[in-house]
């Protein structure tokens, strides 16, 4: 079934709008002698220099940040919109569920829609017949098919399309992000049904701003950012080039100009000033470790009022925004920690088992029974790294790291549990 290929796309640049003015510039260089065959001096670009090829039956992701182009390109490979430059061949049926009401008319009723996307994906009506009562049970809105779609909340208006998606038998599936609306049962559901898909031999692009998704539901997978493949691999390795370049921006703590304390919101009874990251023997400063391993953070505090008690959260989070843990000062803590003066807050965290990558601490501290006195978001950012223990799990990424032991139970030691 792999031996052939399901999509082709050759050399894109996509640029919206009128292309009057990058024409002018053109002629300009012309006439002045210059470079015109530059295509990237005539932009702006939301696609620029994208090549790649799916084979049938592969499940490829797309993920980037907003603004990278992914939906884009979907829209290219559905037809919906032309490339100004390349082309995209597409090799069987494909089903476009790039944008959430996508071909659905508000006015007709679900079960209407049904046999319209069904006549747009050029089938007829007695075989759109024969599929309606597998659509409706996998959509689960059961009376409300026989009311007009103007009535549905967005998350039945994605179940009502991705339900005729994954039942028309198509080649090729697009789906934009269209999964976050419905409710977590219907997503497992969906879920569960791309698995049944892609081991069917069907075509899979799934765009997403979530990278763990891609580790989730695809094979192989490309990071666009600002219009190009910056690169394409495996999904572990597009989560690493995916996690690395989320941490190319600032954090808040790092940027002493954001973080003044005056403009920042809260009572402000205290401010957060500095946080940084050491190691617990040697006490020298760190940015990262490896997993498994134990750390202080410590918390520089200008502190403005005496605060005899007070509620300290420190939450790791990454950069999925997936919260990893959430570290609270106890109640049986609290009145040793009383403020009276500027003080460095130190918090240690013992056998962090959470898998390479990169992550966040996020700061907040509020009044016991009261108002946030001081708030920081992406107060640091550190690194996990690559230890032997768990590089075997690096493939399947997950979250934390279970440190756990195998073995093959003998038969008699279940016929005397048994026998119990």
Known sequence: MRDGWALRASDIWKRYGLPVRPWLRR?????????????????????????????????????????A??????????????????????????????????????????????????????????????????????????DWLE??????????????????????????????????????????????????????GVTIIFVTHNPYSIERLCERAIYLEAGSIKASGSPSEILTAYFQGALDRSTVIADKDRIAADLR????????????????????????????????VRITLDVREPTPSYRFSLRIVDPANTVVSFIDVPISTRQSLALERDSVLECRIDNINVL???????????????????????????????SREVIEQMEHRGIIYLPASWRLVEESELERVSGN
């Open 147 to 200: 009311k007009p779609v103007w009535q549905y909340s967005s998350g039945m208006q994605a179940r009502l399309g991705f339900s005729v998606a994954v039942n028309v038998d198509a080649d090729i599936l697009l789906i934009d992000e269209v999964l976050s609306v419905g409710d977590v049962n219907f997503q497992k559901k969906c879920l569960n049904r791309m698995d049944e898909l892609s081991n069917s």
């Open 27 to 67: 002629q300009v260089d012309q006439l002045r002698g210059g470079n015109f065959e530059d295509r990237a001096a005539y932009g702006p670009w939301a696609l620029r220099d994208v090549s790649f090829e799916v084979k049938q039956g592969e499940s490829l992701g797309i993920v980037g940040k907003n603004g």
């Open 356 to 386: 390479p990558g990169q992550y966040w601490i996020d700061l907040v501290a509020r009044e016991v029974a009261g108002p946030v006195i001081d708030s920081v978001s992406y107060a640091y950012a550190f690194s996990v790294h690559v």
């Open 265 to 296: 919101e809260g009572t402000g009874a205290f401010r957060i000033l500095d946080i940084s990251m050491h190691d617990p023997v040697s006490g020298r400063e760190i940015t990262g470790f490896s997993t498994g391993e134990s750390v202080l």
């Open 69 to 142: 182009g992914k939906s884009t390109l979907l829209k290219l490979i559905a037809g919906v919109s032309p490339a100004t430059y390349g082309s995209v061949n597409v090799n069987g049926r494909l089903f476009p569920m790039i944008e959430l009401a996508a071909g659905i008319h508000r006015d007709l009723t679900g079960r209407e829609n049904i046999k319209l996307l069904g006549a747009i994906m050029g089938f007829t009506a007695s075989r759109m017949e024969a599929k309606i009562a597998e659509i409706e049970d996998f959509a689960e809105l059961g």
